[in-house]
T-cell receptor, first 113, second 114 residues
Framework: DAKTTQPNSMESNEEEPVHLPCNHSTISGTDYIHWYRQLPSQGPEYVIHGLTSNVNNRMASLAIAEDRKSSTLILHRATLRDAAVYYCILRDPIVAGSYQLTFGKGTKLSVIP | EAGVAQSPRYKIIEKRQSVAFWCNPISGHATLYWYQQILGQGPKLLIQFQNNGVVDDSQLPKDRFSAERLKGVDSTLKIQPAKLEDSAVYLC????????????FGPGTRLLVL
């Protein structure tokens, strides 16, 4: 089972920032926090990941709480192309050096023109 | 760089028939995953390969599903016989090497079992 909790859906106006929350109260010290998104009729795509510090890349920013029990994916200016289901995932180690991703239902983000 | 390729994109079959899906991962990627995504749910891992060996197939319904990755490159997922509840999108993903976090997904094969 997925070990994260996300809202089922969120809405945002185009060109405004979006903050997508994720709770992971049972996170272990070695779990990385990953975000993937799935555009309609496509496979998921990687967005960002982090362990303890906040992370930025060209797609988004990831803000991680100091106790690591929650995180927030930040899209700085939502576009219509950002309408997707966003998954917050904790990486599960199964064997040394090999990791699985367990997807929950994610948050469906709608962007309003 | 070419992405993960899957075929066919769509398949409609009747229950109790057989079906096979094909996946070609990104060149050089050692790890290959097959996921099942039922409508309205997130993807569920069915099987994970490292080169041509199985790392984890604990969620693969082995009475009807089988998968192979001969020569550690392409992979085939087969369902025989199909049930109505197998209607889903079957996604293939690959990652560069053992321990690399990023998985790259193909577009998926949408299966409808009538």
């Amino acid at each position: 089972d997925a070990k994260t909790t996300q809202p089922n859906s969120m809405e945002s106006n185009e060109e405004e920032p979006v903050h997508l929350p994720c709770n992971h109260s049972t996170i272990s010290g070695t779990d990385y926090i990953h975000w993937y998104r799935q555009l309609p009729s496509q496979g998921p795509e990687y967005v960002i990941h982090g362990l303890t510090s906040n992370v930025n890349n060209r797609m988004a920013s990831l803000a991680i709480a100091e106790d690591r029990k929650s995180s927030t994916l930040i899209l700085h200016r939502a576009t219509l192309r950002d309408a997707a289901v966003y998954y917050c995932i904790l990486r599960d180690p199964i064997v040394a050096g090999s990791y699985q991703l367990t997807f929950g239902k994610g948050t469906k983000l709608s962007v309003i023109p | 760089e070419a992405g993960v390729a899957q075929s066919p994109r769509y398949k409609i079959i009747e229950k109790r028939q057989s079906v096979a899906f094909w996946c070609n991962p990104i060149s050089g990627h050692a790890t290959l995953y097959w996921y099942q995504q039922i409508l309205g749910q997130g993807p569920k891992l069915l099987i994970q390969f490292q080169n041509n060996g199985v790392v984890d197939d604990s969620q693969l319904p082995k009475d009807r599903f089988s998968a192979e990755r001969l020569k550690g490159v392409d992979s085939t997922l087969k369902i025989q016989p199909a049930k109505l509840e197998d209607s889903a999108v079957y996604l293939c993903a690959s990652s560069a090497r053992e321990g690399r976090e990023t998985q790259y997904f193909g577009p998926g094969t949408r299966l409808l079992v009538l």
